[in-house]
């Protein structure tokens, strides 16, 4: 098993480099083929070239044969002869040559001549450090690690299929480090809450008039201080509680981000639907209001809207 461990591990830390290198051969299999398909140079010196082999013969030249001899070898005493192309081909041919010289002028390498589609589905299998150290690897890497459909794909599996109509302002990479920053600091809410840490919760809180705490037993606090205090109670009363946390979502503003999630607690205490909203201050993201309310069953809910 540890043998096993080990080899999954090791597998893990270079999957960013086994992904670079299959993308590389593929580079290398197109330029082989690239190589093979273009058309290559005469002689630096250039063919000599003679008449055709009906001029040569002393027969009169076919006015529709555009024909040339070459001696290649000046050494050789062998001729050949060949139909040259017609003056449109020969146009075709000397466009495609000015475009790959072009081409290979402008600095355009063999990877970027890749469908965009097959590299983003590549590092599409790639996680949140994998893809990070793949683009420390070099240039080219860099590059595709940092193109927005990966990162939007990454935040997809990652997070939430939701938002997928969201057209982020400094892209998804940006929008992935913003939420994967507010889920870290709305971890860093439940862990205050485990620890039942009074002075954890008076630093997580904003201190303004405006701030607002329900707690699942309804009851409504406003204002900076009457919050802490009702944290102050329900340290008291709790003891030891332990509770899960599931489907997170968070969306993420300039300076506002709200957090939903539904928190598991004991069987006596059942489970609750719980909001967090946080405001951006001082280079730092600070809970604004928090909302906790009873989880209905289904058929709790019916009957609730039916009465309601």
Wanted: aromatic share 12%; net charge negative.
């Amino acid at each position: 098993m540890e043998i096993a461990y080990s080899l999954s591990i090791a597998f893990q830390s270079l999957q960013p480099f086994i992904i670079a290198t299959i993308i590389t051969l593929l580079s290398l299999v197109v330029a082989v083929r690239s190589f093979f398909k273009r058309p290559h140079k005469s002689n630096a010196s250039g063919p000599s070239t003679s008449p055709c082999k009906n001029e040569i013969e002393g027969a009169a030249p076919s006015s529709s044969c555009n024909c040339f001899c070459s001696n290649e070898n000046s050494d050789s005493a062998a001729v050949v002869c060949g139909c040259g192309a017609a003056p449109a081909e020969d146009g075709m041919v000397t466009a495609n040559t000015s475009n790959a010289v072009a081409e290979r002028q402008n600095g355009v390498s063999m990877m970027e001549q890749l469908v965009p589609e097959i590299t983003t589905h590549a590092l599409s299998y790639l996680d949140y450090p994998s893809l990070c150290r793949l683009s420390m690897t070099n240039s080219l890497m860099r590059k595709a690690a940092n193109d927005d459909n990966v990162w939007k794909a990454l935040y997809h599996k990652d997070f939430t299929w939701e938002q997928d109509n969201v057209t982020p302002i400094n892209g998804w990479k940006a929008y992935y480090a913003a939420t994967r920053a507010i889920i870290n600091v709305n971890t860093e809410f439940f862990n205050i809450i485990r620890d039942r840490s009074l002075p954890g919760m008076i630093r997580f809180w904003l201190n303004a008039d405006y701030v607002k705490c329900v707690h699942e037993s309804g009851e409504h606090f406003s204002g900076f201080n009457q919050v802490i205090f009702s944290w102050h109670l329900a340290f008291n009363l709790q003891q030891g509680v332990d509770f899960h946390v599931r489907d997170v979502r968070a969306r993420v503003l300039t300076d506002v981000a709200w957090v939903t999630m539904k928190t598991y607690f004991d069987m006596d205490n059942g489970a609750y639907n719980m909001t967090n909203v946080y405001e951006f201050h001082h280079g730092r993201w600070y809970l604004v209001h928090h909302h906790s309310s009873m989880l209905l069953a289904d058929g709790d809910m019916e009957q609730h809207i039916l009465n309601g």
